[in-house]
């Protein structure tokens, strides 16, 4: 049992028809289609479709909550998949300059300076509960939503100065995390960026924010 097929079984049992459902939500029926199939090739960036998840849930009368993070497990494992054949032996996948997967052992992980990269993808440390630390190089310019959420074991971060936004829920429920340095160049930080992170203390914003 997927989210997809749950939202699809739900939808036909209360007898909606998928064009209905696409003009109550203002989400086009080929995306509504693809998240009630899995197909997240066919689907928006993992943030958007999540908020697509979330109201068609809640549309539908489900737990939001559930269906949501059925999605995300479902939409990080697809990831993992899909990126796993690519994964050169350092473990750090790329797309362009951009970091988009990571099937390293963990430990204390030092990004390459070498590898170019400018940005990191969305949850490419997502569930890395064996990451205890990371050294993100100069020339990163932004973090993507969920980069490391739920990395248990990570205490330490080093951030660039080149770095000027940080995403949505970035490092959510990291539980190990007890200070972070934000350097004077960040801009901008997503919402819930540091969300249930129980053990931090301490945290350094710059004005610049």
Do not use: H, W
């Amino acid at each position: 049992m997927t989210s997809g097929s749950v939202l699809r079984e739900t939808r036909e049992r209360k007898n909606y028809d998928l064009n209905t459902v696409a003009r109550r939500l203002r989400i086009r029926p080929d995306i509504l289609r693809a998240i009630e199939a899995s197909d997240f090739a066919a689907m928006p960036p993992r943030g958007y479709t999540r908020n697509m998840v979330n109201a068609y849930a809640r549309f539908l009368g489900l737990n939001p909550t559930e269906i949501v993070n059925m999605y995300l497990d479902e939409a990080y494992a697809y990831q993992v998949e899909r990126a796993r054949s690519s994964a050169p032996g350092s473990g750090f996948v790329m797309e362009g300059t951009t970091l988009t997967g990571y099937f390293g052992v963990g430990g204390d992980v030092v990004i390459p300076e070498s590898l170019g990269i400018t940005s990191i993808g969305e949850a490419v440390f997502y569930e890395c509960e064996s990451l205890t630390s990371i050294t993100i190089p100069e020339g990163v310019t932004s973090i993507g939503e969920d980069a490391f959420s739920c990395c248990t074991s990570l205490t330490s971060i080093t951030i660039p100065e080149s770095v000027t936004s940080i995403g949505n829920n970035t490092f959510s429920s990291c539980t190990s995390l007890t200070s972070i340095t934000i350097p004077e160049g960040v801009t901008s930080i997503g919402n819930q960026a540091f969300s249930l992170c129980e053990s931090l203390t301490r945290i350094t914003i710059p004005a610049s924010v």
